[in-house]
């Protein structure tokens, strides 16, 4: 997907009859091939709702995150590519007519929440996963679309981010905290319920409809 002066890559899956799509922004370190995220993914492909999970930064930009760590807090810029990515979407033929929610990890949850601030009404849900919502500061007072917070419960230190981000979210919202969970989501069983929880919030909260 091209986005000003650089390409990025994305994987975009679409089931028959997909009732909307869910766009993926990836924390910290990860990828579109994060396996916490694709299997969350294939949760809600079972649920009829299509994916795209996107690097939001190029090859060239990790090897200098991985470096400095600069860009994975550059909040600005990554949201600035989820709302870019949101655009796309809407320009293709398969997916312009599904509704649009994200799932962000990490500081992807931040940039997610940004951008669903900008986009109000392209963006019909939100689930963070072990996210740090708190960076998305005073852009949580803006966004309307019902979001989920999952935190681990050991995941001592993003919990209370957590606490105060949800305090500044306006509208529907809940926070769920998995027992037992770190941060991220290693221990049995874990993953299988951050996956049940985001579809279960997608399910109810996108509006959904079939392509034409």
């Known amino acids: ?103 962000g990890a990490s500081t992807g949850a931040a940039a997610a929440l940004v951008a669903a601030a900008q986009l109000p009404s392209a963006v019909g849900a939100v689930v963070s996963r072990g996210g740090r919502p708190d960076l998305a500061r005073d852009a949580l007072r803006r966004v309307i679309a019902p979001t989920l917070l999952i935190v681990g419960g050991q995941d001592t230190a993003v919990i209370p981010l957590n606490e105060a981000a949800l305090a500044s979210l306006p509208r529907v919202k809940r926070l769920e905290i998995v027992p037992g969970a770190t941060h991220l989501f290693e221990e049995p069983g874990a993953l299988e319920t951050v996956a049940r929880l985001a579809r279960d919030w997608f399910v109810r909260y996108l509006p959904v409809g079939d392509v034409a």
Request: aromatic share 8%.
């Open 1 to 103: 997907m091209p986005f000003g002066a650089v390409a990025l890559a994305g994987t975009l899956t679409l089931p028959d009859r997909a009732r909307g799509i869910v766009l993926f922004a990836h924390g910290s370190g990860s990828s579109r091939f994060s396996p916490r995220n694709r299997f969350v993914a294939g949760e809600l492909h079972a649920a009829r709702l299509g994916t795209l999970l996107i690097d939001l930064l190029t090859p060239e930009e990790e090897a200098i995150d991985r470096r400095t760590r600069a860009l994975r807090f550059d909040i600005g810029l990554l949201a600035e590519r989820v709302a870019a990515a949101t655009g796309w979407l809407g320009e293709q033929r398969e997916t312009r007519g599904l509704r649009i929610g994200y799932f």
